[in-house]
Each structure stands twice: as structure tokens, then as C-alpha cells.
């Protein structure tokens, strides 16, 4: 099939509602995105950003990848912060990971899958770091939702060393960085007690929420 026609016709009908709710809805959105929130999340497409955070088209600035990792050569993931920081103006950055990750599982695995392996070291390097806490956890599950917090909290690290939010801060903009996991299972989104608003807080919220993280590992 060349023309993916219930995509066409399910779109239609989302813009009707859209119409229906507010008249004018596609004009202002037309006219200017103001978002306050930039969303670093995994691609998995049980993951739908807005749907889940109940906004709007135009309230929340997205960037998506495998694992919602934040690495300091993704020029993608570094223009999408920079745009977000510097152009729209963004208050806050989410890292939102979730539990029952396809990266997550295969890095715990040692499941070979190709070229998405490379980009998948960067979570096998977390799972080194934390090696010992990943090996105190009772079950497989347990471990896996785990490394998948840990990914997060070191995601957010990440961030906190990127020059785009260390300018931001220097020049004295507001904005806040934070840790969240979504679980797929529920669909509730949880705070993992990860949020930084200047260089300092980093070394101590980072010990904090891997403490915190730890203990729902041993669950």
C-alpha cells in the first residue's frame, strides 16, 4: 500500500476535534511555539510525550532517541538543547526514561542487535559504573528497572557538563534540569528526586537519587 490512508483520515479527524475544542487552536499554534519544557525521551513509541504530560501541540519542545541518552557528540541532541535553551527560551529540561526499555533490556542481555550496539555503549558504560548495585538486585526485572533510573540520573549529568545549560546558567537564565521515569506498565510518571538548577547541586542530588533509586532496585 503506497498511501497509508487510515493515517490520513485518523488525522483529519484529530484536527476536527482540535477545531471543535478551540476554533482557533491551528492559527495561534501557526503564529508562534512558546513551550517551557524541552523532553529528552526514548523513542519507543509506547512513550507519547504529550499525551502522558496532558499537553498541548506547542507547549512541549520534544527530542527523541533510543534510550534517552544525552551524549556530548549527538550533534542532534545538542542542537535540539541549544535551540531550546537559547531560541525558545525553555525553563525546564525533562530526562524522562521508562521502565521495560528495549536498550536497557539488551544491554543487561548482552543481546547483539548491529549498528545500534555503539550507540548502546553508552548505557553499557552505566552499567559497569553501577555494577555492583545492578548485581544486588533480587530479579532480572528488578535489574532492568534499575539501570533503566540509573540511565536517567547519569543522562542528567550529562546535561549538567553540556557548555548550551553551563552559558545559560552563567549568564543568570532560569532553568531546571530533571530526572523522571514513566512506567509503561501503569502509566505514571515518577520525579526520581533529580532536580538541578545551577552547577553546585549536581554532586549532591546525584548521590541522593542514586541512593533513592538503589532501594527500589532491591524491591
Same mark, same amino acid.
Given at each position: 500500500?503506497?498511501?497509508?490512508?487510515?493515517?490520513?483520515?485518523?488525522?483529519?479527524?484529530?484536527?476536527?476535534?482540535?477545531?471543535?475544542?478551540?476554533?482557533?487552536?491551528?492559527?495561534?499554534?501557526?503564529?508562534? !511555539?512558546?513551550?517551557?519544557?524541552?523532553?529528552?525521551?526514548?523513542? %519507543? +513509541?509506547?512513550?507519547?510525550?504529550?499525551?502522558?504530560?496532558? @499537553? =498541548?501541540?506547542?507547549e512541549l519542545f520534544v527530542h527523541r532517541n533510543v534510550a534517552n541518552l544525552v551524549i556530548h557528540t549527538d550533534l542532534n541532541c545538542l542542537s535540539v538543547i541549544q535551540y531550546a535553551v537559547e531560541?525558545?527560551?525553555?525553563?525546564?529540561?525533562?530526562?524522562?526514561?521508562?521502565?521495560?526499555?528495549?536498550?536497557?533490556?539488551?544491554?543487561?542481555?548482552?543481546?547483539?542487535?548491529?549498528?545500534?550496539?555503539?550507540?548502546?555503549?553508552?548505557? !553499557?558504560?552505566?552499567?559497569?559504573?553501577?555494577?555492583?548495585?545492578? %548485581? +544486588?538486585?533480587?530479579?532480572?526485572?528488578?535489574?532492568?528497572? @534499575? =539501570?533503566?533510573?540509573?540511565?536517567?540520573?547519569?543522562?542528567?549529568?550529562?546535561?549538567?557538563?553540556?557548555?548550551?545549560?553551563?552559558?545559560?546558567?552563567?549568564?543568570?537564565?532560569?532553568?531546571?534540569?530533571?530526572?523522571?521515569i514513566y512506567d509503561i506498565r501503569d502509566g505514571i510518571l515518577h520525579d526520581l528526586g533529580l532536580c538541578v538548577t545551577r552547577p553546585d547541586e549536581i554532586g549532591a542530588f546525584y548521590r541522593k537519587?542514586?541512593?533513592?533509586?538503589?532501594?527500589?532496585?532491591?524491591?
Amino acid at each position: 500500500m503506497r498511501v497509508l490512508w487510515q493515517l490520513f483520515d485518523n488525522n483529519k479527524k484529530w484536527a476536527a476535534r482540535m477545531r471543535e475544542a478551540s476554533p482557533d487552536f491551528f492559527e495561534v499554534l501557526f503564529r508562534q !511555539q512558546q513551550p517551557d519544557y524541552l523532553w529528552i525521551g526514548c523513542a %519507543d +513509541s509506547r512513550v507519547p510525550a504529550n499525551e502522558i504530560t496532558g @499537553l =498541548l501541540p506547542g507547549e512541549l519542545f520534544v527530542h527523541r532517541n533510543v534510550a534517552n541518552l544525552v551524549i556530548h557528540t549527538d550533534l542532534n541532541c545538542l542542537s535540539v538543547i541549544q535551540y531550546a535553551v537559547e531560541v525558545l527560551r525553555v525553563g525546564h529540561i525533562i530526562v524522562c526514561g521508562h521502565l521495560g526499555c528495549g536498550g536497557i533490556r539488551a544491554v543487561l542481555e548482552g543481546e547483539k542487535m548491529g549498528l545500534i550496539d555503539n550507540w548502546l555503549r553508552h548505557v !553499557q558504560d552505566t552499567a559497569g559504573k553501577h555494577r555492583a548495585l545492578l %548485581d +544486588s538486585a533480587r530479579t532480572d526485572e528488578a535489574r532492568q528497572d @534499575l =539501570l533503566c533510573r540509573l540511565n536517567v540520573i547519569e543522562q542528567v549529568c550529562n546535561l549538567v557538563s553540556t557548555p548550551i545549560v553551563r552559558d545559560a546558567w552563567d549568564r543568570g537564565q532560569a532553568l531546571s534540569l530533571h530526572g523522571w521515569i514513566y512506567d509503561i506498565r501503569d502509566g505514571i510518571l515518577h520525579d526520581l528526586g533529580l532536580c538541578v538548577t545551577r552547577p553546585d547541586e549536581i554532586g549532591a542530588f546525584y548521590r541522593k537519587a542514586v541512593g533513592e533509586v538503589s532501594g527500589a532496585g532491591d524491591a
